[in-house]
């Protein structure tokens, strides 16, 4: 699908995420991408509208380049839902447990085709997810099934701050496996700085680390 967004427009929306959250506006994780726009842009031309997008904590430019309107993921943001996008009309599931939608997208596939859909399902995945037993598992089965699903691995080369490489060495993707590399601006959780978070009256409540 064709998006108009532009990388400046993604980074600017990032950006707004990092001042409500310096501002000690939110109460939730906050989890950013930076860095792999391009590649995002790039993937998302093949992606049509009435494809299933399945992804992870880090969503914000998933759900923008699939259409979810600006307005609104800031305000489901606001609302401390940054790590659980969840929007049915764009047709967007996401999920802060790691790996937690692989098994829903695998079932969304195997619907799709059983139901002799001509939709996809998108599934992304950082690059130590694609390391677990689950993403073995549910690739394999896709492939042996040709089920009408691609993975997606954002590999940024760590799982938090462990070097994924260190941990496991490198694999090669499969043949319903895109996986792309990029060096990511922030930092795996929150936005490099301590935040004061405030009550309704402006008062601290508590301090919340690096």
């Known amino acids: 699908m064709e998006t108009k967004l532009t990388k400046e427009e993604l980074r600017e929306f990032e950006k707004w995420c990092v001042d409500i959250y310096k501002a000690g506006k939110l109460r939730s994780p906050l989890h950013l991408s930076g860095g792999n726009e391009e590649h995002l842009q ?63 997208a695998l079932g969304a596939a195997l619907g799709i085709k059983l139901k002799g859909g001509k939709n996809r399902v998108w599934a992304f995945c950082g690059d130590m997810t694609s390391e677990s037993g689950t993403f073995h598992e549910v690739t394999k089965y896709a492939r042996r099934n040709d089920l009408p699903i691609t993975f997606v691995v954002e590999d940024n080369g760590l799982s938090t701050d462990t070097p994924t490489q260190e941990t496991w060495g490198l694999k090669d993707s499969g043949p319903n496996i895109i996986k792309y590399n990029y060096k990511r601006i922030y930092p795996h959780y929150g936005v490099g700085v301590f935040v004061d978070f405030k009550d309704d009256k402006g008062e601290d409540r508590m301090e919340i680390g690096i």
């Not at 880090?58 to 923008?64: F, I, K, N, P, T």
């Not at 929007?87 to 098994?103: D, F, P, R, Y």
């Open 42 to 104: 790039a993937i998302f031309k093949d992606i049509e509208e009435d494809d299933w997008i399945f992804t992870t904590y880090r969503s914000h430019y998933h759900a923008l380049l699939k259409g979810v309107p600006k307005e609104w993921l800031k305000q489901w943001v606001s609302d401390n839902k940054s790590i659980h996008v969840m929007n049915k009309e764009h047709k967007i599931v996401t999920s802060a447990i790691v790996g937690g939608t692989l098994s829903s």
